[in-house]
Structures are given as structure tokens and as C-alpha cells.
């Protein structure tokens, strides 16, 4: 893959942003940011990453909300969406599930586990 790996991550604490940026960074990956959900779709069809990371609770649309607009949308439909939140149960993955989301991770996560997940997602759609 010559093109440089893009993930896009969704959610409205910059916190999680620098610590994820570090992570996917030691992968060579390239982390885009959208501290909102209108925002984050904006980018989404603009940018058309490989990997969408999502958080549930934003203020102005849920990551439900959003996860299902890009599953519903030609452009990004196929774009694999993993939740990433403090909201971690079972309704919650349910919900995610039904709004279309290939992952599910509850924060706070480990290093190495967000890593191999997106990994795992990101080479599904390779294959």
C-alpha cells in the first residue's frame, strides 16, 4: 500500500484524539479529526478514509446517528465504523450493531487492544 493508511476519528474530547494520534502513529497511519458528528460526516465524505473510529456521546448528533448516515450514504458505506466509547453496555453494542458498526471498544481501552482492532478491520477490507 503505497498511500498512506487514514483513519478518521470521530469525537468531541481532544484527549482521546493525542492518545490515539500516538498510537496509530507507530503504525505509520495518518489520523484525521472531527470534534463533532456533523463535522465528522462532513469530513467522512470528503476525505474517505479506510477506518472510521466513533464516539457514542457527542453534543450535537450521537455516534448512532452518525454511524448509520455513513452506512446509509453511497460514498462511505463501505468505509468500516468502530465504536470507541465510555458507554459499553449490552443495549449499547445492540445499538452499534444495528447502526452499522463492524467494532466496538469501550474506553478507557489498552494500547495494544485498540491497535489490534484496528488492524483486524482495517485488513478486512484488504481482503
Not at 25 to 42: C, F, N, P
Not at 51 to 66: A, E, Q, T
Not at 76 to 99: Q, S
Amino acid at each position: 500500500m503505497s498511500e498512506k493508511t487514514r483513519i478518521l476519528l470521530i469525537d468531541d474530547h481532544q484527549t482521546v484524539f493525542r492518545l490515539l494520534e500516538a498510537i496509530v502513529r507507530i503504525k505509520g497511519y495518518e489520523l484525521l479529526y472531527a470534534e463533532s458528528g456533523q463535522q465528522g460526516i462532513v469530513l467522512a465524505r470528503q476525505e474517505l478514509p479506510d477506518l472510521i473510529v466513533l464516539d457514542v456521546m457527542m453534543p450535537d448528533i450521537d455516534g448512532f446517528k452518525v454511524c448509520q448516515y455513513l452506512k446509509e450514504n453511497d460514498e462511505t458505506k463501505a468505509i468500516p465504523v468502530m465504536f470507541l466509547t465510555a458507554k459499553g453496555a449490552e443495549d449499547d453494542l445492540e445499538n452499534g450493531r444495528k447502526a452499522g458498526a463492524e467494532g466496538f471498544m469501550t474506553k478507557p481501552f489498552k494500547t495494544n487492544e485498540v491497535l489490534k482492532q484496528i488492524e483486524k478491520l482495517l485488513s478486512a477490507t484488504e481482503a
